[in-house]
C-alpha cells in the first residue's frame, strides 16, 4: 500500500512569489491535515481537511489556504512568501475511524527555503 | 502558545541503558496522547499512545506512562538501541479535536 505522497520534496522561492504543494494520502483515507514543522518549534498545524470541507484551522495568517478535491488529494498555497515561511510542511492523512485517535500517516514533507 | 512542551532539547543514552523522554501539557481538556518517531528526511511515524483512561501503556521496548494530576507523560525505552537514534515528539488531542497538538521534540542520540 503505497504512503502518503508529497510533492515537490524540495523547492526554492523568493520573498513576495507563492507556492502550492500537493499531497497525496493513502488510498482510502479521507481526512488530510497540514503541518508545519519548524527548528525549535515542532510540529504546528495548520488545516484539516475532511471530504473536501475544511474542518479545523491553526493559527496561521490568510497568506496560508488549503483545498481538498474529491479524490482526496489536498493542496495547501502559500501566498507572498515570507523568510519565515522557510519549513518543512508535512502532510498526514488519517483513515476512517481513526480520527479519535489521532494516529496519523506522515508523507516524507516538502522543504520549502525563502530567500 | 505551546499546549504541549518537552523541556529537553536533547538525550544522549548508552547503548542498552533506559531512555525516559519528559513532556508535559497544559490543557486539561486532552484525553489522547501520543508519540512520534521521526528520523532526518523522513515524516515522523507513529509509535505508542495512551488514552487518558489509562495510566500505562507498553508495547515491546517503550512504555507511556500518563499522569493526569500533573499533566505529564514519559516515553521510556528499554533498552535502547541505536536505531533508536531520532527526534521524539510527543502530542495530544482533546475528543473533539481533529489536530494535534505537539511538542518542540527531543534528540535521542543512542551511543554504542
Redesign the interface.
Known amino acids: 500500500k503505497a504512503g ?1 505522497t508529497q510533492t515537490p520534496r524540495y523547492l526554492i522561492k523568493t520573498r513576495g512569489q507563492q507556492v502550492t504543494l500537493s499531497c497525496s494520502p493513502i488510498s482510502g483515507h479521507r ?1 488530510v ?1 497540514w ?1 508545519q514543522q519548524t527548528p ?6 495548520l488545516f ?1 481537511y ?1 471530504s473536501e470541507t475544511q ?2 484551522k ?1 493559527n496561521f495568517p490568510g497568506r496560508f489556504s488549503g483545498r481538498q478535491f474529491s479524490n482526496s488529494r489536498s493542496e495547501m498555497n502559500v501566498s507572498t512568501l515570507e523568510l519565515g515561511d522557510s519549513a518543512l510542511y ?1 502532510c ?1 492523512s488519517s483513515p476512517p475511524g481513526q ?11 516538502s522543504r520549502l527555503t525563502v530567500l | 502558545d505551546q499546549q504541549v512542551k518537552q523541556n529537553s532539547p536533547s538525550l544522549s543514552v548508552q547503548e542498552g541503558r533506559i531512555s525516559i523522554l519528559n513532556c508535559d501539557y497544559t490543557n486539561s481538556m486532552f484525553d489522547y496522547f501520543l508519540w512520534y518517531k521521526k528520523y532526518p528526511a523522513e515524516g515522523p511515524t507513529f509509535l505508542i499512545s495512551i488514552s487518558s483512561i489509562k495510566d500505562k501503556n507498553e508495547d515491546g521496548r517503550f512504555t507511556v506512562f500518563l499522569n493526569k494530576s500533573a499533566k505529564h507523560l514519559s516515553l521510556h525505552i528499554v533498552p535502547s538501541q541505536p536505531g533508536d537514534s531520532a527526534v521524539y515528539f510527543c502530542a495530544a488531542r482533546g475528543s473533539n479535536d481533529y489536530k494535534l497538538s505537539f511538542g518542540a521534540g527531543t534528540t535521542v542520540t543512542v551511543r554504542a
Do not use: I, K, P, W
Open positions: 502518503v481526512s491535515s503541518y525549535g518549534q515542532g510540529l504546528q498545524f484539516e475532511f474542518r479545523n491553526g508535512l498526514a480520527g479519535y485517535t489521532g494516529e496519523l500517516f506522515f508523507g516524507e514533507g
